[in-house]
């Protein structure tokens, strides 16, 4: 895997794997997403130069709001929040793995003992967890901090 925060870009290609590549394309950068922003529009994602659909949530209070999706030949995959560090990888509504990467390029993966794990699944969930990282706050801990931050 290849990993440019600065240009926003991630590669994800390997023996037996579908080249994937997640890129910004314009505008400036974010600080709190990894590859920079969390705008669709603002995002390419192609499957061995194919273009694929890449649409995102905004991202507020609770650990679902901050879900991506990616529909790639027809297959629906979702990236979503399940815990403070880690994200589940779901297949047309089926989880197939577990993802942690916390911003740096690099992912942890464990995958599901009950599901087909597809090569274009380890592609993809490489590429979406190292664009967007994983995990989330519980929605308990966001309020404390917007309470804790008025009192100031």
Same mark, same amino acid.
């Given at each position: 895997?290849?990993?440019?925060?600065?240009?926003?870009?991630?590669?994800?290609?390997?023996?037996?794997?579908?080249?994937?590549?997640?890129?910004?394309?314009?505008?400036?950068?974010?600080?709190?997403?990894?590859?920079?922003?969390?705008?669709?529009?603002?995002?390419?994602?192609?499957?061995?130069?194919?273009?694929?659909?890449?649409?995102?949530?905004?991202?507020?209070?609770?650990?679902?709001?901050?879900? %991506? $999706? *990616?529909?790639?030949?027809?297959?629906?995959?979702? =990236?979503?929040? #399940?815990?403070?560090? +880690?994200?589940? /990888?779901?297949?047309?509504?089926?989880?197939?793995?577990?993802?942690?990467?916390?911003?740096?390029?690099? %992912? $942890? *993966?464990?995958?599901?003992?009950?599901?087909?794990? =597809?090569?274009? #699944?380890?592609?993809? +969930?490489?590429? /979406?967890?190292?664009?967007?990282?994983?995990?989330?706050?519980?929605?308990?801990?966001?309020?404390?901090?917007?309470? *804790?931050?008025?009192?100031?």
């Amino acid at each position: 895997m290849e990993f440019d925060p600065v240009a926003g870009a991630v590669t994800v290609s390997g023996d037996g794997l579908p080249r994937v590549e997640l890129r910004r394309t314009g505008g400036e950068a974010d600080a709190h997403t990894p590859v920079g922003t969390r705008a669709a529009d603002r995002l390419a994602l192609t499957v061995d130069g194919a273009p694929a659909a890449l649409a995102l949530a905004k991202g507020r209070l609770t650990r679902r709001s901050y879900w %991506v $999706d *990616a529909v790639c030949g027809g297959v629906r995959y979702r =990236l979503v929040p #399940d815990s403070f560090a +880690g994200s589940r /990888l779901l297949r047309d509504g089926r989880r197939v793995g577990s993802l942690e990467c916390d911003g740096d390029g690099r %992912v $942890d *993966a464990s995958w599901s003992d009950t599901a087909k794990v =597809l090569p274009l #699944d380890v592609s993809v +969930g490489h590429a /979406l967890a190292a664009g967007f990282g994983t995990g989330a706050q519980p929605m308990w801990m966001t309020a404390t901090e917007i309470v *804790a931050d008025l009192l100031n």
